[in-house]
């Protein structure tokens, strides 16, 4: 039995009434959970309740799973062809076309993010990236080997069967498409955690999947907290693999509980403490936009966010005036105003965790969960703002003077999600770009990301690449077929 | 002003209007050609004149190569993204499943298919292979090559500009979309000349270019004789590469002309003369209908048709009795492209079916048996009776395409034969193995010199697979990934990030 979300937009920015069941969504069905309990859903403009979701717990998510595999016994995994796949995809894409305003409203509203955002960057390319992928469906393709005549040698990029996927608050429509994407144009199932702090574009999606025509089961979309059912999901003996985006600390967990069990694949999207290196020579105007971009985009609830911005000591004062001028006009309030840039953090908890990193800092007055733009200078290395992750619109900046010296500080992290490099010569640019321990490298720009561009982190910034064509090797396994055309024993 | 094409159907299976335009395509609009002229274009089920459409001359091709190449250098190749591109494509494939039946009657009308077939076979396939391409056109990559760290090397996958392209009569619209859907996805700008006896479908997918939001210029359509257009198209200093598609001897045509003119990049589809070898152990059923499959369709107007069927002794008795049987329920089923019964159509015109019946005299002089057929096919239209028959493969009869409902056997005793046999011909387009030996099916595969095999099937084509020839049937490669590398040009680009001299 499903229950229905009902809210009546009127906004400057949005209105319009929608309304969509609600439930967990397991083998194409919205159902309650086992034990009945449910999760507050809260608006971070102003603390006040949404509604309250079902919550999944761990006979819930074993129940998603069992759905999930009989779908790829029979209506999924190789019993649909590529094409058949593809069209589905499309047919998700277009979908989406026709309610995405309504989705970047949901959006808006559960994550505090600007309407104008959530449409114009969060909704579209979640749109684009599953159209993205819908190409891909009908390509994947193997490799024929040659041995020796005697032999035909071939891999199959098979799809691994049930796959699970957890993902963050900070992008929630967005992240969920990244992961769908390639995880069903490959041929698999999917039980996918959203954030118990931002479940309704997923929830939304549900009734989208289900009009797209996709077999029941194939994706089940179960919310619930991380101690529970993103910990049932991890250990599950058969999940083939669990993609999670989200906190190095929590990552850990999802790869030990990965290993306690059935030694599921694991690929991880975790944190960062981002450098972005700005030379002398670089065309300052646009280093401060970008630089600028880097940090506050999306209230700086960014794993790539560019943190730790390196400016060297020529234009250092000249680009901190600029900067902290850009960021005094950051206008912060409600996501639904016009002419707001940013809105409120995620929640209570995320709030409060970033005014304590600014505590040791310099404290800003706030309303709601609403922080403004701010910015540190003098740090020294070891402080806390400077080598741990604040997830927020706190910016550091650092003088530095040498180019390797500076390459040697970037790296003095145990994050590697990201970097950006500012500079007007291309020899300084890409040399230091390929030194930088990063799975991207922007130029003369930041916070770039394409659907054909694999994203992910080195080191403690994650495994595995999300994105691209890269991400399609995260959904499969492949087997070596060896067919003996004539040796004799 | 050009004129438009229209008719009513009030048939069986179709019940409308179909309706074209009848100028060439330039630009984005419909134009007269420069010189005036047209060409007929008939019924090849009745004989009967169905109307004329503009026939181009080398002035079109030059405003059309122009047009393409403004539209290149300004609302098309690497100026507009492939997700762009991609959506555009996939819009177009959406019109063409929306115009689907009518496309399907035009198709029909032209060539004489039963409409049931263009509608699933042609159409269908047309539309699923442009969204296959469409779902590519954000996916040309290119790679970084690791030399040493003092330098950034990759490869782009640049388009070449302004591609011509020439197309032929035998699955009018499918082969267009075989051509337009990688070269657009990779960026390029088209001029295409189709067959100038089946322009129809051609003609209506120009408007429907029009609708999906293509730039003016980016894809032209210049109707018109090979001799002329098709010799412009091939020699034009402007046009980077050519892909042609019909017989070998037109296909020498294209290659000397771009020798002599700018040396244009060339890929050709060409002839077969494709063995079809049956072992004794064969699923005999089977290998029956697949074998009818892989010669009558399409009255046997296809490039890669499994026209010399090599049957092992063993089953040969059984096999001439039964697949000859089949062959005579097929001539059985001949008639109106509209009708819900016909499964047998005509030659597409009358030379081709003058050629055809050539052929089978030429059989019967040779001292071929003929099991089944042999003649022409009523009095109205150009269809020729489904024939079967035997030989052996130093015939002329047997090496030569016909390109008509005509099946040769030939028998054979062991495997090392059979591939012998197979191998010996200038074309090397496709080939099949029929057997339930697996390590046998696949050792046979791969001995033979053809770029299609197929093993217990026969011409189920695939969007993801390429198709092409090996020897004399062409080269370069059509459909899957493939097809992307005949629509661009490799730039190495090195990058010195600290090398001193």
Known sequence: MSSTFTKVFDTPVFKGK????????IGGEFVKGEKGTTIDVINPTNGELITKVDEALDADIDKAVKAAQKAFDTTWGLNASGAQRAALLNKLGLLMDKYHDELAAIEALDNGKTFGWAKGTDTAFAIQTIKYYAGWADKISGQVIETDENKLCYTRHEPMGVVGQIVPWNFPLLLLSWKIGPALATGNCIVLKPSEFTPLTAIRMCSIIEEAGFPKGVVNIVTGYGPTAGAALSSHMNVEKIAFTGSTLVGRKVMEAASKSNLKAVTLELGGKSPSIIYDDCDLEQAVNWASHGIFWNHGQACCAGSRIFVQAGIYDEFLARFVARAKNIKVGDPFAEDIDQGPQVSQQQYDRIMSYIASGKEQGATGYFIQPTVFTGTTPDMKIVQEEIFGPVGVVIKFTDQDDVIKQANDTIYGLASSVFTQDINRALETAHKLKAGTAWINCHNQLHANVPFGGFKQSGIGRELGEYALHNYTNTKAVHVNLGHKM | MPSTFQQTLDTPTYKGTVNINTGLFINGKFVDPVKGGSIDVYNPATGKLLTSVAAGSKEDVDIAVAAAKQAYKTSWGLKVPGTQRGKLLNKLADLIERDLDEFAALESLNTGKPFAVSKRFDIGATVSTIRY??????????????????????????????????????????????????ALATGNTIVLKPSELTPLTAQKLAAVIVEAGFPPGVVNIVNGYGSTVGQTIAEHPLIQKVAFTGSTATGRRIQEASAKSNLKAVTLELGGRSPNIIFDDADLEQAIKWASMGIFPNAGQTCSAGSRILVQEGIYDAFV???????????????????????????????????????????????????????????????????????????????????????????????????????????????????????????????LEAGSLFINNYNTIENGMPFGGYKQSGHGRELGEYALQTYTQVKAVHINLGMRL
């Open chain 2, 133 to 182: 391409y469409a779902g590519f056109a954000d996916k040309i990559q290119g790679k970084t090559i690791e030399t040493s760290e003092l330098k950034l090397a990759y490869t782009r996958h640049e388009p070449y500009g302004v591609v011509g392209q020439i197309v032929p009569w035998n699955y009018p619209l499918s082969m267009v979309s075989w051509k337009i859907g990688p």
């Open chain 2, 321 to 447: 009795e039964k697949f000859s049987a089949a062959a005579k329920a097929l001539g059985g089923a001949a008639g109106d492209p509209f009708s819900a019964s016909t499964q047998h159509g005509p030659q597409v015109s009358q030379t081709q079916m003058e050629r055809v019946l050539g052929y089978l005299d030429l059989a019967k002089k040779e001292g071929a048996t003929i099991h089944v057929g042999g003649e022409r096919h009523g009095e109205q239209g150009y269809f020729i009776q489904p024939t079967v028959f035997s030989g052996t493969n130093a015939m002329r009869s047997i090496r030569e395409e016909i390109f008509g409902p005509v099946a040769s056997l030939i028998k054979f005793k062991t495997e090392e034969e059979a591939i012998e046999i197979a191998n010996d011909t200038e074309y090397g387009l496709a080939a099949a193995v029929f057997t339930e030996n697996n390590a046998r099916a696949i050792r046979v595969a791969h001995a």
């Open chain 1, 18 to 25: 929608i309304s969509f069941p609600t439930g967990l969504y």
